[in-house]
């Protein structure tokens, strides 16, 4: 156990020695490393349901800069299907097009 604590000094040495201090600044990463995950996300998913260049943008921001209500906000107001979820309903709906012809 001792080896661990000697391995992590060099990077403790950013952290404050008060433990109260030392709690808040862990909760501050702990946010921020959150902040970059949903970030990461709603641009993933972002680029999976539209192609529109300025919407896309836009929610990259509103997720950047409101961290955690602008993650709730993009959720309310991203399109509900992937663009691959409405090619594949448009071929089914060809094909059931094409059956009822026949």
Do not use: C
Request: hydrophobic share 55%; glycine share 4%; no cysteine.
């Amino acid at each position: 156990m001792n080896s661990v604590l000697s391995f992590l000094d060099p990077w403790l040495v950013i952290l404050a020695d008060d433990p109260f201090l030392r709690s808040f600044q862990l909760t501050l990463l702990g946010i921020g490393l959150l902040d970059v995950f949903l970030i990461f996300f709603a641009t993933r998913d972002i680029m999976q349901r539209t192609t529109k260049f300025p919407f896309m943008i836009a929610t990259i921001l509103l997720v950047s800069l409101l961290p955690g209500v602008g993650f709730l906000l993009y959720m309310l107001v991203r399109p509900a299907t992937t663009i691959r979820e409405r090619e594949l309903e448009e071929m089914v709906r060809e094909l059931l097009d094409e059956k009822a012809k026949v």
